[in-house]
């Protein structure tokens, strides 16, 4: 072995190792979409006196914590998301009512003084506020003195010795104990049972309790700042309700839920259940598949696949990136891209092989490697820039797919540039490899190749046919988003979707009727696979909720509930908006990296084929009536990276022969240059098919509509790239005035005997 190959070979056993004990001994981050819980966004919202920033959100934060954990939730999550944003987590929370109501209330603790009696005329919000005492009568209050943010601590007590039942005991804050001094001495100052000489204790616009000062208090003396109690007819779980609310601290400023997710954790067992089976058996198809195309070296690269996994998987677990359901169809549609950068070596290792049928078998591999390098990077640049719009555009579990896409890129790099060229370096130095070509996979050319070659189409004699054709496609699609409409999920129109499992069949008409007596007219009631129920409704609480379950199992028997989707309309527009973002974004950037890469036809030949695709794409789940949502946008960015991956491909083999023939005409260069990667397009193609139809058919309901949009968006993409591109680039190239592209030179090498390395296309004659 070389010294290049030990150290490849070394620093892939190193990894391996390391990503097996990673594997052994971690355990993966499971997301609530895959354990089953709640997941609630939070939106922060400004107060008369507070400005809902990054300080007040984080302040909020900490908060909530303290409330969630006296819950006793299990390792619950909360992180803030952007400036106002707060995402709390719940894992095995199945039933949100109660931790919604604890969380979601804002707890405004207020101290006001009580101006005397109030009116309905002064009913309402003014300079002050005119509220009901806890008896009923009307009191005018004046501005709030000092809110429950000075209060230091607050607990629930009964007193049986005064005889006041249950009290909630407040200890305030120096500086807050002061106002309150101050608070009760000015009203001490009027005459007992005036109304003037009591404190209005008002939590969320209610008075909780308004007592009088003792007539043992003098005028501006005022209690103590020690502590004070909160009376009134308090039960003891409403004491320690009000007590937990205030020592977990008023909220900063106002929170409003403008998500809720919750997952059974059924759902996400058999959504792990059925992406492992489909990845086992995508996997295994694509092994196979290359190892028939390949033989032996093929069979080397499906090792190299399998280290890819493991490599991935342990960089997953490691990062402790949260594995979601999209992020897990994420890491099994990588591992079929993952055979891409193989597939570009061999072939063009076939092509060293068959242009100099007397080299050696591991001089032509690494030619292979060496010609392979720039589309190999290329590709993966497209790839990971989609990837990055998914993490930085995208939420929830978008932004997991993003991260799984991304790491699943670089891993595959790894494994094909390191592990797979160690392996394959080592066998093409065997003499029983290199003399028996039916073995090795190398020295035959393909048969996709060889028949090519025999045919030799000239696909771009007529360069308006295909475009014609791209547009008779697209018409297609446009009108079906025209005539069928675009059916918006709710993460994108906002309201409410949850979908039920009932323990016997419910049609979806009976359903409508039983809803609809419940006083759920407005419903949409869709079956959901596996006689599960969906519906949706526009702005719906969680009490609502409940009696809707509730009206669903008087015809069903016994109801879970699987899912449950809750999308603020504030928070739709807001992802819609982001979701036409992100698609410009991607069309902007992989528009000036190509064009800076290659040439500015070029680029816009692969945008126009990159915006083909996705409103083909668009015009097929339209025509379906499948759900546009977050989920199909992650689809749609994949799409994007693969449609400009493939087209990479193409126009830098296009570049590569253009350099080497400059007086040939353009288009019989990319007749050339296409008819070379079609091997290469092909066999990448099934890679990715293989892993996708396994997760179309076992990844169920929760993965079908991923995995289609995938499925078209991958045979389009396919196609637009050497169908819709090149004809767009030829058509460009007319109007060019920009010279063809200079070849690069080869580096001078020498051997022992100082001898220049000869071009490989110069077959030695000389005239």
Known sequence: MTRATTVRAVLAAAVLLVSVLITLTMSPRLGLDLQGGTRLVLQAKDSATTKADRESTDRTLEVLRQRIDSLGVAEPTLTRSGEDRIIVELPDVQDPRKAAEVIGRTAQLSFHAVQGPGTEQEKGKGTGLTLPDEEGRLLDLGPARLTGAGVKDAGASFDAQQGAGWTVALDFHKGAGRDWTRLTGEAACHPVQDDRRRVAIVLDDHVISSPQVAPSVGCNVGLPSGSTQITGSFGADEARDLALLIKGGALPVPIEIVEQRTVGPTLGAAAIDASARAALIGAAATALFITFVYRLFGALAAVALAAYAVISYAALVALGVTLTLPGLAGFVLAIGM?????????????????????????????????????????????????????????????????????????????????????????ASRSRFVSDYRGVNGIARPGRVRTWLARRDPQLFRSSRRWLLISTALIAVAVLGIVVRGVNLGVEFTGGRLVEYSTSRPVDVETARTALADAGFGDAEVTTAGAGDLSVRTGDLSNDEEHTLRAALAEEGGHT?????????????????????????????????????????????????????????????????????????????????????????????????????????????????????????????????????????????????????????????????????????????????????????RAPRRTSGAGAKRRDPLDNGARV
């Open 338 to 426: 993952a055979v891409d950068a193989n597939v570009l070596v061999f072939e063009r290792a076939r092509e060293e092989y068959a242009e100099r049928p007397g080299r050696s078998l591991g001089s032509a591999m690494a030619a292979g490697f060496r010609n392979a390098w720039s589309a190999v990077a290329d590709s993966n640049v497209t790839t990971l820039i989609a990837a990055g719009l998914l993490f930085f555009l995208g939420s929830g579990p978008v932004k997991g797919f993003g991260v799984t896409l991304a790491i699943g890129v670089l891993a595959s790099m790894f494994s094909a540039l390191v592990i797979a060229r160690a392996l394959t370096e080592i």
């Open 560 to 744: 879970t509930k699987v899912r449950d989707e809750l999308i603020g309309p504030s928070l739709g527009d807001e992802l819609r908006r982001n979701a036409l973002i992100a698609l410009a974004i991607a069309v902007l950037v992989q528009l000036a990296y190509l064009a800076v890469r290659f040439r500015w036809t070029f680029a816009l030949a692969s945008v126009a084929a990159l915006v083909h695709d996705v409103i083909i794409l668009v015009g097929a789940f339209a025509w379906l009536g499948r759900t546009v949502d977050g989920i199909f946008l992650a689809a749609l960015l994949t799409v994007i990276g693969y449609s400009v991956n493939d087209s990479v491909v193409v126009f830098d083999r296009v570049r590569e022969l253009w350099a080497k023939a400059r007086r040939v005409p353009v288009a019989t260069v990319a007749n050339r240059a296409v008819l070379q990667t079609v091997p290469r397009t092909v066999n990448t193609g099934m890679g990715a098919l293989f892993i996708l139809a396994a997760l179309a058919v076992l990844g169920g309901d929760s993965l079908a509509d991923f995995a289609l949009a995938l499925l078209i968006g991958i045979c389009v993409g396919t196609y637009s790239s050497v169908l819709t591109a090149v004809p767009v680039a030829l058509v460009l190239e007319k109007s060019s005035k920009a010279p063809p592209p200079a070849r690069k």
